[in-house]
């Protein structure tokens, strides 16, 4: 059987979640063997010029020569995986949205910042359709892997959508909010095993915010802790802030 | 220089950490061109800062740079506690170190293997040479995998760590998980030993030229790389704190990425500089094989950065084999574990100031400095990374090898392969240089 033609890809991002594929170790090998990467710049030199049965993305989009990229990469590709918050939900790369486009180019640009233009940061879903999500910052390398597979056998794959706090009962930690501190788990898509919490810190809110987070949140830890679901959206903004483009966008129509 | 014509255009260069080209034109032995471009979409985070707490900065600065997130992360930390005059524990002090070595230990055994042993080697990725020299692809990733794992252990991740904040640590190891590390590190010997067989046999590209090297300094015996006073090959002598007097940041037009420049007009960081400066104090098992590969003089080939970098692997991993075992002879005090979060309980007061952290990472020198407010929130926020101290140097020493190859007959493919491992030497991370630096799109 020809192997499945696979390529990554980086925008706006840190290459962490490239480097948790890295750290797979030897587990990458036997990925590796069942894949034909042919594209992946930053451990190859190797490129290619035909069609890709699966593209890999990682990191937002922010200005137009990444839009036009994106779309070719769409035009060229069955299928199409985004991974890591930065291309799933924008992530930290959102909070630039915070502020007026201008502003903050001149602040860190000064008078340079007219050499370039950007946008305001999108997920990689608001630009082009993405098939898979493979959500967190970093990606969760066993969720990677299982989405990987379900692609390459074309079978479907569903981002949990209960909260973190479920995995977080389940592994036995004390809530944080019993020391004192906000916690985003209640308002979190599970599915990283409420991996800060079990090392003492808080959930940031890297997965993205559950779909309903009226019905889906932990209601629960909300009441016990008398803790109002707009106090913790509002913090949501560190990773989530590119959600309110969709929101914009429905104002409008 | 021959009067020939030649012209080198690398888009996208491929085995580094980032977007970049170089460009190279020579017109009839006049060298017309030679730039590295940095061509990444930046991402503002000195911008994005503003507004946020300052015990936020860590978690946000840390997904700066995937592969220096630990880095970024120490440097955040510093400068945090540096403003909120906040003086870490002892036993912090050294959990630190150990999570800066585990850090340099997988940056650099990345570097080395995936990235620059397919040049030296002869092919265009490691992908072939899982055919090839499947042994050495296995020992790799094996390699790298133990790093990531002593990290998970130490910090919950490598990639982002998790209980590493201003303060202290959210969780400390437990002694079952010291000595989870000290085994895995112990077993790291062997592939190490292995390592230094390999690199002893590759040969790197001949090339001199004589440069600025800049690296934190001490008068104490430890080999600094969290703490320490700015110093350099030259004689000079600074305070991290005027940092900015050192990276001397200006302008240039060709891609307006800021560059630096100290005593002469470009200066080099990284493995390279720090062993030029602090040769003495490597580990003896480190310096054995320094000395071996020439390091107990001052070095000025470029392409041996790679080199150095398999020095630093042996001495951190004696070093983290040292201080775990400490560790383990004093005990931990879990009474140290802390709980911040946003500093909502108060627990580390909070004051106006501006503070400067300055750590070694993988790549050289890395500056972060904020001024905060007295509520702590982040009013301006600086990073200073060593890729973009070194963009520079590299540009210098481009200048004075195209020529050199031109009269030694080379041709432009092998000039353009020099060009690139030069570049790869360094080990730009080019994705953290260019989210503060201004950029041109090269299309
Ligand atoms: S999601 Fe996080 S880890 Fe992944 S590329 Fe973005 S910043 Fe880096
Ligand atoms: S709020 Fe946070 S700490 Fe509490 S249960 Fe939910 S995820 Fe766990
Ligand atoms: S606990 Fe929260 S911030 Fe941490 S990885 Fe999971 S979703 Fe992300």
């Not at chain 2, 005059?85 to 995936?114: A, C, G, N, V, W």
């Not at chain 2, 480190?286 to 150095?308: C, D, I, Q, R």
Request: aromatic content about 6%.
């Amino acid at each position: 059987m020809k192997k499945p033609k696979v390529a990554f890809f980086d925008f706006a991002c840190c290459e962490g979640c490239q480097l948790q594929v890295a750290n797979l170790g030897e587990d990458l090998l036997d990925i590796l063997d069942t894949i034909d990467v042919v594209e992946f710049r930053e451990v190859m030199t190797e490129k290619w010029d035909q069609g890709y049965d699966v593209a890999v993305i990682e990191g937002s989009i922010t200005n137009e020569h990444a839009i036009e990229k994106i779309k070719r990469i769409r035009e060229r590709s069955k299928i199409l995986i985004a991974y890591g918050s930065c291309a799933t939900i924008g992530g930290v790369n959102g909070m630039k949205n915070d502020f007026e486009l201008n502003e903050i180019e001149a602040h860190v640009y000064q008078e340079n910042a007219k050499h370039f233009k950007t946008v305001p940061t999108m997920a990689v879903s608001q630009v082009v359709k993405v098939d898979y999500f493979v959500n967190g910052c970093p990606i969760y390398p066993p969720e990677f892997i299982t989405v990987l597979k379900c692609a390459l056998a074309g079978l479907p794959y569903h981002v949990p959508d209960n909260v973190v706090c479920v995995e977080c009962k389940i592994n036995e930690n004390i809530c944080m909010y019993d020391k004192g501190v906000t916690c985003l788990g209640p308002v979190t898509k599970a599915g990283c095993n409420s991996w800060c919490i079990n090392n003492g810190n808080v959930c940031y809110g890297c997965r993205g915010m559950v779909s309903n987070p009226n019905e889906n949140s932990a209601k629960d830890v909300l009441s016990k802790y008398n803790i109002s679901l707009d106090l913790i959206k509002n913090k949501m903004n560190m990773y989530n802030k590119c959600r309110e483009l969709n929101k914009n966008e429905k104002d409008k129509s | 220089m021959k009067k020939i014509n030649l012209n080198v255009n690398v888009e996208y260069l491929t085995r580094v950490e980032g977007h970049g080209n170089i460009v190279v034109n020579v017109k009839e032995g006049i060298l017309e061109k030679c730039e590295l471009q940095i061509v990444e979409s930046p991402r503002f985070f000195e911008g994005m800062l503003r507004g946020r707490s300052i015990f936020e900065a860590q978690h946000i600065t840390s997904r700066i740079c995937g592969i220096c997130s630990c880095g970024h992360t120490l440097a955040s930390i510093q400068a945090a506690e540096d403003a909120l005059d906040f003086t870490p524990s002892p036993q912090t002090i050294k959990l630190r170190k150990l999570l800066l070595h585990y850090e340099m230990l997988d940056s650099h055994i990345l570097h080395i293997y995936l990235l620059v042993a397919p040049d030296l080697l002869g092919v265009k990725s490691f992908v072939p040479l899982i055919d090839t020299h499947g042994a050495v692809v296995r020992r790799a990733l094996r390699m790298k995998k133990t790093c990531n794992d002593v990290c998970d252990i130490l910090v919950g991740r490598h990639v982002h760590p998790i209980s590493a904040i201003v303060g202290g640590f959210t969780k400390l190891p437990k002694e079952k998980e010291l000595d989870e590390m000290l085994k895995y590190l112990k077993e790291l010997r062997t592939d190490m030993d292995a390592t230094i067989e390999l690199a002893k046999t590759l040969v790197f590209p001949s090339f001199e030229r004589d440069t600025e090297y800049v690296a934190l300094v001490s008068d104490d015996s430890e080999y600094p790389l969290l703490s320490g006073d700015i110093g350099s090959t030259d004689g000079v002598r600074m305070n991290k704190k005027d940092y900015k007097k050192i990276t001397n940041e200006f302008i240039v037009p060709h891609s307006s990425a800021k560059h630096t420049r100290l005593s002469r007009g470009s200066y080099a960081v990284g493995a390279l500089a720090r062993i030029n400066l602090n040769f003495n104090k490597l580990h003896p098992k480190a310096k054995e094989l320094a000395t071996l590969l020439g390091f107990n003089n001052k070095v000025t080939n470029p392409y041996l950065n790679t080199a150095a970098q398999l020095v630093e692997c042996v001495h951190c991993l004696e070093d983290s084999i040292k201080i775990i075992e400490e560790l383990k002879t004093t005990g931990i005090d879990y009474s140290e574990e802390i709980v911040v979060g946003l500093n909502e309980n108060k627990k580390i007061p909070v004051k106006a100031g501006s503070g400067v952290g300055a750590v070694e990472v993988p790549r050289g020198i890395l500056f972060h400095h904020y001024e905060i407010d007295d509520k702590g929130i982040i009013k301006n926020a600086n990073c200073i990374i060593p890729t973009g101290q070194n963009i520079n140097n590299i540009e210098c020493d481009m200048k004075k090898l195209v020529p050199e190859a031109i009269d030694k007959n080379k041709e432009e493919k092998d000039i353009t392969l020099l060009l690139e491992m030069l570049v790869r030497a360094y080990d730009p991370c080019i994705s953290c240089s260019a989210h503060f630096l201004d950029v041109k799109f090269v299309k």
